[in-house]
């Protein structure tokens, strides 16, 4: 198992209700294969550096999780597929 930092940016029309029933939608993954979420620290709304489909903004999540990269990786997947997520970044903080 390894530790991840996930940067997930949910499309601004989300309602702020939203974000958390969201981000455990795309959690189940991680802790349904034996992984553990760490913190979930949610930024809220921030204007991007530049537009992502036509929208200055959006909602900023920071997760923090530990699972086997596969599993990682499929959450990634789910994400993109997502409609509501309109970017992710994953980085593994302790690869130097």
Not at 11 to 21: K, T
Not at 39 to 48: E, I, P, Q
Not at 80 to 85: F, H, L, V
């Amino acid at each position: 198992m390894r530790k991840y930092e996930i940067v997930v940016i949910i499309d601004p029309d989300v309602d702020e209700r939203q974000v958390s029933p969201l981000m455990d939608k795309h959690l189940k993954t991680i802790t349904e294969a034996g992984g553990t979420v760490d913190n979930t620290d949610v930024w809220g709304k921030r204007r991007l550096a530049y537009e992502i489909r036509k929208k200055p903004e959006g909602v900023y999540v920071v997760l923090n999780v530990t699972a086997e990269p596969a599993t990682v990786k499929e959450m990634d997947r789910l994400m993109t597929i997502d409609e509501q997520i309109m970017r992710t970044k994953v980085m593994r903080p302790d690869a130097h």
